[in-house]
């Protein structure tokens, strides 16, 4: 496969750039490339890749023969609804003690963010003070066009890469809007209520050729009218909603009851959150397009119109419950109801103490580099190959999407094996 040299410096836009998730990922890789740090949690940095059989099997690192950017040629920059810089925006999030970031604290207070595109409509619970303003919602579309080619150029950028890492925006179903890039394109001069900003980033970005990266679970680039366009620029997409804690322990958990034909009665999931994500979430507009996220892990992996004995009747709840003293700290309760042999009940309980921000960070880190690759290796649309990595993977209507995180993890691996000419692993000893 012809891959083009990742040459010159690579801009990371990140819309929400001075949120928790955000602003952990711009102190990491700072730390990271400076030797501060090391980079748990990344794939592109630390994994290994197993190649070739017998004799001739080797376990380079990915990094070593994938050609990724180069973390010193990375250039971070964004969007947020609020001004502070990102130093400031870090100590506000009370992810990481003031005594990492203050190691690369020069570099943070260097990094501001742009003016954002915000309606309150969409993001109930917040309130931005450093907004653009503009007539229709492709004016602010056109605005953040001109962003993208002014930071480029000022940054000496030879390309870029822009990645959605702000909050949930309320649920907004797929309409007539979005089915066609000429109705989207007319939607967004006649202030369509179905268009939502972080669509707008979306579009500003695949129509000037660059990759973009869904982290949240909002519709965003995941319909026919996006699909379109990335084909029409020849433009790498990814999403939606990246995936952490709980619903990781799913896809892992969900796979072990298939495999095992054991039986489910039922999933209870509930999690208490305290930073802003946990405070947009709280408005039930919101929770409800990340319940639609969280939901379709399960039922997608265990197949109940396949294995109706087993998992045709299942009880499935999420619960996400905002609770300021917890911050960043999430933690996730599941009890899960398990039938074994003979139909006999059994329990599964998972208390998952987790922290959101430092589990999402490297996910930032790996699909910035991993959607800067696919770009350079001439790929476009749908990028299923980086389902690893998001709770509710992207697909068009004639696809199933993969949630097995081992099943992903192996059809990631065989699509990086394939772009430096290595045949696919297929593990037959």
Known sequence: MEIEKAEGKLGVLVVGLGGAVSSTFVVGTLSVRKGLAEPIGSLTQLAHLP???????????????????????????????????VYEAAKHAEVLTEKDIDKVKDEL??????KAVFYQEYVKRLHGTWVKNAATKYEAMEQLKADMAEFKQKNGCSRLVVIWAASTEVYIPMGEVHKSLAAFEQGMKENSPEISPSMLYAYAA????????????????????????ADKMNVPICGKDFKTGQTMMKTV?????????????????????????????DDPDSFKTKEVSKLSVIDTILDSKKYPQLYGDIYHKVRINYYPPRKDNKEGW?????????????????????????????????????????????????????????????????????HD?????????????????????????
């Open 109 to 114: 207070v260097a990094i501001k963010p742009m």
């Open 253 to 281: 958990l969900a796979p072990m009851l298939r495999t095992r034909m054991l039986g489910l009665n039922g999933w209870f999931s509930t999690n208490i959150l305290g930073n802003r994500d946990g405070e947009v979430l």
């Open 51 to 85: 190649l070739g059989k017998g004799e001739e099997k080797r376990e380079p690192k990915i990094k070593d023969v994938i050609p990724l950017a180069d973390l010193n040629d990375v250039v971070i920059g964004g969007w947020d609804i609020f001004e502070e810089n």
């Open 334 to 402: 599941d009890n899960i109801d398990i039938v074994g042999w003979m139909g006999y009940p059994m329990q599964l309980k998972v208390d998952f103490l987790c922290r959101d921000s430092i589990l999402a960070a490297p996910l930032l880190l790996d699909l910035v580099l991993f959607t800067d690759l696919a770009k350079r290796c001439g790929f476009k649309g749908i990028q299923s190959w980086l389902s690893f990595y998001f709770k509710s993977p992207m697909h068009d209507f004639e696809t199933q999407p993969l």
């Open 206 to 229: 695949v129509s000037s050729g660059i990759p973009f990266i869904n982290g949240a679970p909002a519709l965003t680039v995941d319909m026919p009218a996006i699909w379109e366009l």
């Open 405 to 429: 995180l081992f099943a992903q993890y192996v059809r990631m691996c065989n699509t990086l094996r394939v772009m430096i000419g290595e045949e696919p692993c297929d593990y037959l000893g």
